[in-house]
């Protein structure tokens, strides 16, 4: 399931809620979206983002039916069953990565000197915040150029300018 049909299953199920009117990046989008999470309310996708062309999804995985739906499971499960089928499905049935030469994911490509983060729609989360971060439950997968070891995190990457993130 890409981001696509994700969105489209989670509106069939009134699991989403687009937002239509236009928000602000700077802080507007955090602060729906935290007022809509602790009322238990659908995800929210901001069509109309000041400034930009693409919209932001908040709230993906905020309820057990979302979390079922990305994880291609029922979506009637309780957040302990989902765990758990999580954990057994991971431990038996690990399914290698294929590569593609066609595809979704490979429609926005930009590299050097046509990199511009500052295009895409970074939310500042908090008035504290050093800036704008991309992704708040993301999982960054690197490796280490000396040893080739990998470490898979759960880390904030800040958007420093146009070309460069930070990693927290």
């Known amino acids: 399931m890409d981001m696509r049909d994700f969105i489209k299953k989670c509106e069939e199920m009134g699991e989403l809620r687009r937002v239509k009117a236009e928000v602000d990046w700077d802080l507007e989008i955090s602060h729906i979206s935290k007022m809509n999470e602790e009322k238990g309310g659908p995800a929210l996708l901001f069509e109309n983002v000041k400034g930009h062309t693409s919209p932001v999804l908040t709230g993906a995985f905020g309820s057990n039916k979302r979390l079922a739906t990305i994880l291609g499971m029922p979506t009637d499960l309780s957040m302990c069953d989902l765990a758990q089928r999580w954990t057994k499905t991971m431990l038996k049935e690990v399914i290698p ?14 590299e050097g000197d046509d990199v511009n983060l500052e295009k895409f729609p970074v939310p500042k989360f908090f008035p504290m915040d050093g800036g704008r971060y991309i992704g708040t439950t993301v999982f960054i997968i690197v490796r280490d150029p000396e040893t080739n070891e990998v470490n898979l995190g759960t880390y904030r990457m800040q958007m420093l300018d146009g070309k460069r993130c930070g990693v927290q």
Request: glycine share 8%; no cysteine.
């Open 97 to 110: 990565p294929v590569e593609v030469s066609t595809g979704p994911v490979l429609e926005n490509i930009q």
